[in-house]
């Protein structure tokens, strides 16, 4: 049974950084693309990183790009985002989502499992 389980959100500063986790069970990071989308309220879910299979690409979004850095460790199944200089509108849910033998894909629609989320808010 897959699940992924994301953790890290919290409130924080402008200015902050933080780092968020995405421990998966039952597949493998090694032959899974993995995907962080976020979704403010009122707000479709949007891309922010993605990693491939390989580990050897790496997708960012625009507005995150120098800011937020895609991380696996694939001895311990893990995928993490390390958000830095985070802005008010950072803030949203975050999820998490794998693909089989993903190349760092940036659609919502090619991704098959998804964590529940977790709740990252940047205040002013």
């Known amino acids: 049974q897959v699940q992924l389980v994301e953790s890290g959100g919290r409130l924080v500063q402008a200015g902050d950084s933080l780092r968020l986790s995405c421990a998966a069970s039952?597949?493998?990071?090694?032959?899974?693309?993995m995907g962080w989308f976020r979704q403010a309220p009122g707000k479709e879910r949007e891309f922010v990183a993605a990693?491939?299979?390989?580990?050897?690409?790496?997708v960012y979004a625009d507005s995150v790009k120098g800011r937020f850095f895609i991380l696996r460790d694939a001895a311990e199944n893990t995928v993490f985002l390390q958000m830095n200089i985070l802005k008010p509108e950072d803030t949203g849910v975050y999820y998490c989502t794998f693909r089989p033998w993903g190349n760092g894909d940036a659609r919502a629609e090619d991704y098959d499992f998804w964590g529940q989320g977790t709740q990252v808010t940047v205040s002013s």
């Open positions: 039952g597949v493998s990071l090694s032959t899974s693309g």
């Open positions: 990693i491939s299979w390989s580990g050897t690409t790496k």
